[in-house]
């Protein structure tokens, strides 16, 4: 399916130099998915649903409904500081 001769090809495609031995292992091992793949590809999927995921998934978030935001009186009253009737931060920067 995929010799030595293409996998350096591929290899010299993305500039990689590989030793004579990177050569012959990535050769095995790049054989190995290929035929893997094509095993994957022989199968018989009419009928089976096209999937994002294996398992059925169910949105666990609450529906998206606005709520009456927090008292702003209240939460500025609970701030460290307060100037203007917003939260006083330190300075960033010189």
């Known amino acids: 399916m995929i010799d030595r001769d293409d ?6 495609l993305a500039r990689l130099a590989l030793s004579e031995e990177e050569l012959e292992t ?8 290929l035929a893997h793949a094509a ?3 022989a199968l018989d ?11 059925s998934m169910v949105n ?8 009456p935001g927090l008292d702003r009186d ?6 460290p500081e307060v100037e203007d009737h ?8 010189s």
């Open 74 to 79: 209240e939460v500025l009253a609970a701030a």
């Open 26 to 33: 990535y050769t095995g091992q790049l054989a190995r998915v």
């Open 7 to 12: 996998v350096a090809h591929v290899a010299r």
């Open 60 to 67: 666990v978030l609450r529906e998206d409904e606005p709520r």
């Open 39 to 41: 095993d994957v590809a």
């Open 86 to 93: 917003r939260f006083r931060v330190p300075r960033v920067g």
């Open 45 to 55: 999927l009419s009928g089976v649903e096209p999937t994002s995921h294996p398992l």
